[in-house]
């Protein structure tokens, strides 16, 4: 489910109307929902509680204090890729001893400051890096749990800038070299080998590629298990959700419609899934990002011009690519609704930001409902993956964020003013 919907053609956020919270807020503004958010982590957490597991939200797509915050309450860990995202943590509220510490890079610093933090386990991605882990901990007397990342080669199907879990990427350590890198860490001091992670990839509308690595991965997981004694098996996050209805209802005329139906749910992906977990006996981690933020987001903008060209119909808006790249980064779809529904038959549109680049649109030939200048239009979906993909390009400030309960709406992020955005910045002391 998400939570925006009309009511008597006003676009609301649970019981809010937008439209008053673009009046009070202004735009670009990213809109979240608390019961949006409390939806999916709760439908996620009973699909899966036939096992003892810990959701740990993959914060990298939504760092809001307020959405972090949100989460911790309803018991969420989370999976953090910097030691800046585990102070966030701590900052909303959370407790880093859920955190996991995931990333190709990890910093000397970063690892201490994990450590110092007690977090519940390193997702190393190298060799090195194990080595690294194990120098800092017996130099800080401590005991560092890891886990090593899986390269289970299996590939996610999704879009290639996305995909993780194959030898084409980065990320983790080849299936076939894991079992003799464990027998070489478990030789190294100070660390606690604690389990076993993968993730395969973002934006999974088939539950196949998951299936494919847990039966491949989960017999490796139960040798290593038998001689190293681990807590627990992390399957990753990746869980995809609807960004385009009309795709998945069909319905050419999917601006009118409520949200649709097909996609890959908690109940299927659990139904797969637990039976081929269950058996292994260790707690089940995963880390699921856009599932629990995705569709709690919306991006709010004014359209500030019409232009029609010979060939085109362009609504100029005031958000831009620096708001929310996905659609420039990946060709990703969001779907473009107005605040005020209006009859009238939809006309082809390219929805442009005013930055400097022709990579600066948020959709092409795209019907929409007519609009003009001062209209509102809410680009839905938006809640994983946009702020904090967000930057100060053509010097625009950051965004504001608003979180809606019910009725009641909180600014959780105010708008970065554009002296904020040189603060840091001086000029050379010389001629
Ligand atoms: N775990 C690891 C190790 C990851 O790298 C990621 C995402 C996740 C979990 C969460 O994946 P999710 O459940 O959100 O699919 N900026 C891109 C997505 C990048 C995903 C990076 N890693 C986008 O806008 O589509």
């Given at each position: 489910?998400?939570?925006?919907?009309?009511?008597?053609?006003?676009?609301?956020?649970?019981?809010?109307?937008?439209?008053?919270?673009?009046?009070?807020?202004?735009?670009?503004?990213?809109?979240?929902?608390?019961?949006?958010?409390?939806?999916h982590?709760?439908?996620?957490?009973?699909?899966?509680?036939?096992?003892?597991?810990?959701?740990?939200?993959?914060?990298?797509?939504?760092?809001?204090?307020?959405?972090?915050?949100?989460?911790?309450n309803?018991?969420?860990?989370?999976?953090t890729v910097?030691?800046?995202?585990?102070?966030?943590?701590?900052?909303?509220?959370?407790?880093?001893?859920?955190?996991?510490?995931?990333?190709?890079?990890?910093?000397?610093?970063?690892?201490?400051?994990?450590l110092?933090?007690?977090i519940?386990?390193?997702n190393?991605?190298?060799?090195?890096?194990?080595?690294?882990?194990s120098?800092?901990?017996?130099?800080?007397?401590?005991?560092?749990?890891?886990?090593?990342?899986?390269?289970?080669?299996?590939?996610?199907?999704t879009?290639?800038?996305?995909?993780?879990?194959?030898?084409?990427?980065?990320?983790?350590?080849?299936?076939?070299?894991?079992?003799?890198?464990?027998?070489?860490?478990?030789?190294?001091?100070?660390?606690?080998?604690?389990?076993?992670?993968?993730?395969?990839?973002?934006?999974?509308?088939?539950?196949?590629?998951?299936?494919?690595?847990?039966?491949?991965?989960?017999?490796?997981?139960?040798?290593?298990?038998?001689?190293?004694?681990?807590?627990?098996?992390?399957?990753?996050?990746?869980l995809?959700?609807?960004?385009?209805?009309?795709?998945?209802?069909?319905?050419?005329?999917?601006?009118?419609?409520?949200?649709?139906?097909?996609?890959?749910?908690?109940?299927?992906?659990?139904?797969?899934l637990?039976?081929?977990?269950?058996?292994?006996?260790?707690?089940i981690?995963?880390?699921p990002?856009?599932?629990?933020?995705?569709?709690?987001?919306?991006?709010?903008?004014?359209?500030?011009?019409?232009?029609?060209?010979?060939?085109k119909?362009?609504?100029?808006?005031?958000?831009?690519?620096?708001?929310?790249?996905?659609?420039?980064?990946?060709?990703?779809?969001?779907?473009?609704?107005?605040?005020?529904?209006?009859?009238?038959?939809?006309?082809?549109?390219?929805?442009?930001?005013?930055?400097?680049?022709?990579?600066?649109?948020?959709?092409?030939?795209?019907?929409?409902?007519?609009?003009?200048?001062?209209?509102?239009?809410?680009?839905?979906?938006?809640?994983?993956?946009?702020?904090?993909?967000?930057?100060?390009?053509?010097?625009?400030?950051?965004?504001?964020?608003?979180?809606?309960?019910?009725?009641?709406?909180a600014?959780?992020r105010?708008?970065?003013?554009?002296?904020?955005?040189?603060?840091?910045?001086?000029?050379?002391?010389?001629?």
């Open positions: 489910m998400h939570s925006f919907r009309y009511v008597q053609n006003q676009l609301q956020c649970e019981s809010v109307p937008l439209t008053s919270l673009v009046k009070k807020y202004g735009t670009p503004l990213y809109v979240y929902s608390q019961e949006t958010l409390t939806d982590f709760t439908k996620l957490d009973q699909a899966l509680s036939p096992l003892e597991h810990l959701i740990c939200f993959a914060m990298k797509s939504n760092s809001n204090l307020a959405v972090i915050n949100t989460l911790a309803l018991g969420s860990g989370f999976d910097s030691a800046g995202e585990i102070q966030r943590v701590i900052a909303a509220g959370g407790d880093p001893r859920k955190c996991v510490f995931a990333g190709v890079g990890k910093t000397e610093e970063e690892i201490a400051y994990a110092s933090q007690d519940y386990c390193f190393v991605e190298s060799e090195a890096e194990l080595k690294r882990i120098k800092v901990a017996l130099k800080h007397k401590k005991i560092a749990p890891v886990a090593v990342r899986v390269n289970p080669n299996v590939d996610a199907g879009h290639a800038k996305i995909t993780t879990g194959t030898y084409a990427n980065k990320f983790g350590i080849a299936f076939e070299q894991i079992e003799a890198v464990y027998a070489r860490a478990a030789r190294l001091p100070n660390l606690r080998l604690r389990g076993l992670q993968m993730h395969i990839g973002s934006q999974l509308t088939d539950v196949k590629p998951f299936r494919l690595a847990v039966e491949k991965v989960a017999p490796l997981v139960a040798r290593l298990n038998a001689k190293h004694g681990f807590d627990f098996f992390s399957i990753g996050g990746g995809g959700i609807v960004y385009n209805p009309a795709l998945e209802s069909g319905d050419p005329q999917w601006w009118k419609t409520a949200p649709a139906r097909k996609i890959l749910t908690p109940e299927t992906y659990a139904k797969t637990v039976p081929l977990l269950q058996p292994l006996g260790l707690k981690l995963l880390e990002g856009r599932f629990l933020t995705g569709n709690a987001g919306a991006l709010l903008t004014r359209v500030e011009y019409i232009k029609r060209t010979g060939k119909n362009f609504v100029i808006v005031d958000a831009a690519m620096n708001d929310l790249i996905r659609p420039a980064f990946y060709d990703s779809y969001h779907q473009i609704v107005p605040l005020k529904r209006s009859k009238g038959a939809p006309i082809s549109s390219d929805v442009v930001g005013p930055i400097c680049e022709s990579g600066d649109y948020f959709a092409k030939d795209r019907p929409l409902p007519k609009v003009g200048e001062g209209d509102y239009l809410a680009l839905l979906s938006a809640g994983a993956y946009g702020s904090v993909m967000g930057s100060n390009y053509n010097s625009r400030s950051l965004a504001a964020e608003v979180l809606v309960k019910g009725k009641k709406s600014l959780v105010k708008r970065q003013t554009t002296a904020d955005i040189w603060a840091n910045e001086s000029v050379a002391n010389w001629k």
